[in-house]
């Protein structure tokens, strides 16, 4: 299985900082790469897909980059409702795998 | 509205069996190949398996964990989606999601659009 490996686990951040979170594969996953934002007791959100792509109706404010194994996700300018835990996740082979979360709180 | 609602979750002793199910609507469901993903307890999300479209095969694929414990099925007519849990353990404890899932060759696979998930408690 291809194991996702988020970094850092958590990170506390202010509202208005720019924000990246970095998810490295196992292998190489070419491009097939998405990011989920998850709020407490809510279900997950697709933010990015296949890297780079933004999911509609997602502010612009979010970014992704990278291929191979090593992947980014950027915020550029966080906002309160930001605050939350990221999950990347490979589709390049079954099992789809997700990483374990980057968990975002307030400084 | 573009919806998935999932139901049958509950408690169940170790051993047991579990049906859960997730309306589709707002979207044309026979077109779509779904998913299953779960969640447990403070923990991370995992995969649990995937159907495709009858015109694809409508064929299934699972997580280790869950084979042969596990069916996903489908009832286009009802615009309908199940989960057979079959055998279960603590283990499988979880909020189970029902997703959508995209699949194509440019952008790879991933689940566009969630339930809100139903809870499994497997517990003596």
């Known amino acids: 299985d291809i194991q996702m490996t988020h970094s850092p686990s958590s990170l506390s951040a202010s509202v208005g900082d720019r924000v990246t979170i970095t998810c490295r594969a196992s292998?190489?996953?070419?491009?097939?790469l998405n990011w989920y934002q998850q709020k407490p007791g809510k279900a997950p959100k697709l933010l990015i897909y296949?890297?780079?792509n933004l999911q509609s109706g997602v502010p612009s404010r979010f970014s992704g980059s990278g291929s191979g194994t090593d992947f980014t996700l950027t915020i550029s300018s966080l906002q309160p409702e930001d605050f939350a835990t990221y999950y990347c996740q490979q589709s390049y082979s079954t099992p789809y795998t997700f990483g374990q979360g980057t968990k975002l709180e307030i400084k | 509205e573009v919806q998935l609602v999932e139901s049958g979750g509950g408690l169940i002793k170790p051993g047991g069996s579990l049906r859960l199910s997730c309306a589709a609507s707002g979207f044309t469901f026979s077109n779509a190949w779904m998913s299953w993903v779960r969640q447990a307890p403070g923990k991370g999300l995992e995969w649990v398996g995937r159907i495709k479209r009858k015109s694809d095969g409508g064929t299934t694929d699972y997580a280790a964990p869950v084979k042969g414990r596990f069916t996903i099925s489908r009832d286009d007519s009802k615009n309908t989606l199940y989960l057979q849990m079959n055998s279960l353990n603590t283990e499988d404890t979880a909020i189970y999601y029902c997703?959508?899932?995209?699949?194509?060759?440019?952008?790879?696979?991933?689940?566009?659009?969630w339930g809100r998930g139903t809870l499994v408690t497997v517990s003596s």
């Open positions: 292998q190489s996953i070419t491009n097939y």
């Open positions: 296949a890297a780079s």
């Open positions: 997703t959508t899932f995209y699949s194509s060759n440019w952008y790879g696979s991933y689940f566009d659009l």
